[in-house]
């Protein structure tokens, strides 16, 4: 059937995505500390995506989560800039352009929002990823912005929207 579906995420997603963002960083060999991993809103994303000018989608495979990405302000940053949070998929989401997809729906949400500027952080050895960012426009920064709590992504990017 291979039925993909990319919607905002519900309660009852909270620990399905939970999960995938845990297992893809154990993958990736990430450490927990200064990371996605140990966000205390990790087990609670419904409640935490669930404010003004913040949204959180997930990709449904056959009603399965494979993966999800979301925008919210930038903490301690400017008005204008969002950030581009969360955003892990499954290795079976890998690959099938849904990355692209789905920030192409984060950024038309904060641009809806009237945000100006997307900002995320990642990994160096997330070439895959940086490589998608790069694809679609987001740009490196010699310094991080806001204060996000994740220490150990030292890699910065900007967009403009």
């Given at each position: 059937m291979n039925q993909i579906v990319i919607r905002e995420i519900q309660e009852r997603d909270n620990?399905?995505?939970?999960t995938?963002?845990?297992?893809?960083?154990m993958?990736?060999?990430a450490p927990k500390v200064g990371t996605a991993y140990a966000d205390p809103q990790l087990d609670f994303m419904f409640e935490a995506?669930?404010?003004?000018?913040?949204?959180y989608f997930v990709?449904?495979?056959?009603?399965?989560?494979i993966g999800g990405a979301g925008i919210?302000?930038?903490?301690?940053?400017?008005?204008?800039?969002?950030?581009?949070?969360k955003m892990y998929f499954l290795p079976e989401a890998r690959g099938l352009g849904l990355g692209i997809k789905i920030i192409e729906k984060c950024l038309q949400r904060a641009k809806d929002f009237g945000f100006e500027s997307c900002y995320?952080?990642?990994m160096p050895y997330m070439e895959a990823a940086q490589k998608?960012?790069?694809?679609?426009?987001?740009?490196?920064?010699?310094?991080p912005l806001g204060n996000t709590g994740h220490t150990s992504c030292p890699v910065w990017m900007l967009k403009k929207i």
């Open positions: 620990f399905e995505i939970a995938i963002v845990r297992d893809v960083l993958e990736m060999g995506y669930n404010l003004p000018k913040t949204v990709v449904e495979k056959d009603h399965k989560i919210s302000q930038l903490e301690n940053g400017e008005e204008t800039i969002c950030e581009l949070q995320l952080e990642t998608l960012y790069k694809k679609v426009g987001f740009e490196y920064l010699c310094q």
